[in-house]
């Protein structure tokens, strides 16, 4: 009877050593906290589409990216005589991910003419959210500042959500 005592005792530790090692390989890398985590502060609006539209949406991507897909609709869906849509495939653009130092996608910016970021997103967004930053970046009137940084979860104005991923 001793004996298995001390043999159920002696199990229950190597599996709880065991699951403490497990644990902490599980656990990843803290996601980047602050107002903007990760996104450059401006573009040079001649390496994306529409460099002469006064507003521009980029949308940095990758092929292996179940939620660049569904962002992409999302996107494409603001395309307008004033707003040029460009989506960057990590696959097809490299160089491009690489200057602005992008390290997760989906990741999607709203630049103004002179290229400088107003909003931006890091990981899926609604839609509601995504045409609100639009609208605020054309006419900064249209909603508050209590608005603006209350109208979705994970994101602050610049605009910032974290779960994005490459």
């Known amino acids: ?8 005792i002696a199990a229950i530790i190597v599996i709880s050593g065991a699951a403490v090692v497990a644990e902490r390989r599980r ?12 996104l450059p502060a401006r573009l040079e609006r001649r390496d994306f589409a529409g460099p002469d539209k006064p507003w521009a949406v980029i949308m940095f991507s990758s092929q292996e990216c179940d ?5 992409r609709d999302k996107v494409d869906a603001l395309a307008s005589g004033e ?10 653009r490299p160089k491009l991910h690489e200057r602005y130092g992008i390290d997760s996608v989906p ?19 609604s839609a ?5 930053a639009v609208a605020r970046a ?9 608005h603006a940084t209350q109208c979705g979860s994970g994101h602050v104005d610049g605009s910032t959500s974290t779960d ?3």
């Open 27 to 38: 656990q990843s890398e803290p996601t980047p906290t602050g107002p903007r985590p990760n």
């Open 83 to 92: 707003v040029a849509i460009d989506v960057v495939e990590y696959q097809d």
């Open 1 to 8: 009877m001793v004996e298995r005592l001390i043999i159920a």
């Open 67 to 71: 939620s660049c897909v569904v962002m």
């Open 107 to 125: 990741l999607t910016l709203v630049a103004d003419s002179e290229g400088d970021i107003v909003s931006g997103f890091l990981g899926r967004v």
């Open 138 to 146: 054309r006419n900064p009137e249209i909603l508050d500042d209590e």
């Open 164 to 166: 994005g991923h490459r």
């Open 128 to 132: 509601t959210d995504l045409w609100a």
